[in-house]
């Protein structure tokens, strides 16, 4: 990322300083904005001054990038990709823009003569936790791809005014504090008060006849709420094109009259307000579909509706009529959380721009896209027919239609099948009916694809068999990816340098396959020396963070072993943690034997309501007290939880990590994207073949990864012959000798019940199959540890991970989903 610059005198002209990109230019663009917006000077500026004027000097110089995008897409035919997501987790957009803006150093010197401390300015910026998890993550790191592929594109979502609530841990337990991200006001967006769209709930439909006499439908709503749009420039990497972020805030309508509502009735006015904000007030924080709030089907419905009539307005605004805009738009679904705009297209289309059902559905049908993102069960949203009816009549009914047209469909296809028609229908008619988002989302959509391989070809023979049977070119496959920009080059500067030094080019920035160029140094004694210095730097960077913030010390020297990612059963902390019992007792069995240092690191959030998950925090840092204050052990084990993992803090881990835990039952893992990260940073995973483990253990290579447990295929097996995990308990000593040491209470000061849900939920019923795979985990996990006594081979192996991480970039997904899926094409912005 050098770029060489030759300093400009300072009195050049003021037009150039406002946006230039040398350091004298950048040095009087700080200054300015430190005076002119935030209205200080120097030395009495806060960190948080800084850090405004800062983030102001970067984005004036996006937005002269940003007014081009716009121009150049505005005249042109060029298809636009809408990615509807009610997540997006872009972490901290400072350092990632400047990466991106190639500024970098000059930056960095830019602040070192103004005498400021920049990684502390960097360091001042709310994380905007606008997702969950993978999900948001993954929408982000899409729309870095899309820039940087020169895609026009917006990102459509929700302007959470509380995002994923912050984490912290007091006695060991989980405890929720609100995250206030936009207290100190958000330099990255700039509000839209003028493009607001009215979104309607309630009510009931009527008949009417319209001047030609045909039956229309109108909606007569009882309640419009306003959505007014925030827009955030996303910028590509080395690259003119920037996108827009545009997240949707709700405010009182002002074409509603609610006054009449409320004649003289001030405070039913103000309430009325104070209830429409509450659309867009705080993310739900579960990785999982909130059943039954009406709340959820709400934002849901509020950002769907503000998007597709964007659309609209800006088909209107460019290319003019409506039946060409399936060849202007493409939508994609990021899950069924969007499902609704399906709906929603279609009732913009007939009730408000007077076209019939046939020509509504040709377009709907052709524009819309949907990603599966999960198989579990209870993951898959369905929302109760008489709640749908009452926020959504005029949707309850299109919805309705579009199953009658689609039922018939199957019923000539399939004669006599009724049991597949009952199955398909996008209403569930066991107990209460039910409206199934995914069947509306397979129905509606072109194409539908998984997030990996194995994903994907379970998508097509368990959750859409009869989807598949009957449209099997309608489904695909494009694994996941994640942006090498914010994962390494923000992320781990050190290793990006060695890295552009070793291959001669920073090329592998845009062009991740590059990266193989590091094979052939493999084996270089230099490079091994150098890889190893960076991966110590970082492991001391995390170590003096973890301490500052937990008070646990870690050595640098040990093996580094992290598990970060949300607190889920499916996921299996739990099986982590048995492994550290197992090193505890034999540790505590023979103290003297040589056993290889390693630091336990786990970080992730639990859903709020999920009683197990946060048990399984606090048995962690219950684990984590015992271990670490037992002097016998000496700190040859250390177990850590970081509190808040978040994209920023994540930052942090991935340069750190020596071994990364993918250790999901085979099957429920989608894909994981934090696998990737860590492999990218040099990690070895020690994994099942679950998600994109399975995709990576191939570049990697079988001798570079360490495999273990059942496969997808094995599990489902078990499951079909009965799985009795007490079998296992009663069988392995060892097995037995752990879960006992927990019911013990040696974990909870004496309390021999603290854990027994967790204990007794394993030993009885174990739904992951932790138990059935604990022999494979442990014995895998010895190999890691003897495979780390060779330095020189770890480290080769290191190497080659990260030279053939290649395919889980971001910008080979977002080539897949343009050429397959989308046919996009790019359209460079000249810088
Ligand atoms: C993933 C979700 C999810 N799958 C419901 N499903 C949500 C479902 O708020 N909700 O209702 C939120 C999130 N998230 C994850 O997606 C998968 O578990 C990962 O395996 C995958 O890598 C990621 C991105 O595809």
Redo the contacts with the bound molecule.
Sequence with gaps: MSMAQSPEPLDVDRERTRTGMSKTALKQGFLDNLFYIQGRFREVATPHDLYMAAAYTTRDRILERWIKSAQRYKTNQSRTVCYLS??FLPGPHLANNLVNLGIVETATEAAHELGLDFDAIIAEEAEPGLG?????R?AACFMDSLSTLQIPSIGYGIRYEFGIFDQTIEDGWQVEKSDNWLRNGNPWEIPRPKIRFPVLYGGYTEQYRDHDGRSRTRWVPAQIIDGVAYDTPILGYGVGNVNLLRLWKAEASESFDFQAFNVGDYYGAVHAKIEAETISKVL?P?????AGKELRLKQQFFFVSCSIQDMIRLQFNTVGPLDSFAEKFVIQLN?T?PSLAIAELMRLLMDEHDMDWDRAWDITHRVFCY?N??LLPE?L?TWSVSLFERLLPRHLEIVYEINRHFLDEVRVHFLGDEDRVRRMSLIAEDGERRVRMANLAVVGSRAVNG?AALHSELVKTTLFKDFHDFWPDRFHNVT?GVTPRRFMVVANPRLSRLISETCGSDDWIRDLDRLRDLEAHAMDSGLHERWHEVKIAAKRDLAAWLKHRTGVLLDPEAIFDVQAKRIHEYKRQHLNLLHIIRCYQRLKQSPNQDMVPRAFIFGGKAAPGYFMAKLIIKLINAVAEVINNDPQINGFIRVVFMPDFNVKNGQHLYPAANLSEQISLAGK?????GNMKFSMNGALTIGTLD??NVEIREEVGKENFFLFGMSAEEVSQRQREGYHPWEHYAKDAELKSDIDLINSGLFSHGDTQLFRPLTDRLVNQDPFMVLADYRAYIACQDHVAEAYRDHRHWTRMSILNVARMGKFSSDRAIREYAEHIWRTEPHPIDL
């Design positions: 009610a997540e969950n998890g993978g999900l948001g993954l739900y579960n990785d999982e579909p909130e899950d959380h990603t993102h999960t993951a949203e997030v996941n893992e989608a894909s994981g994207t998600g994109a």
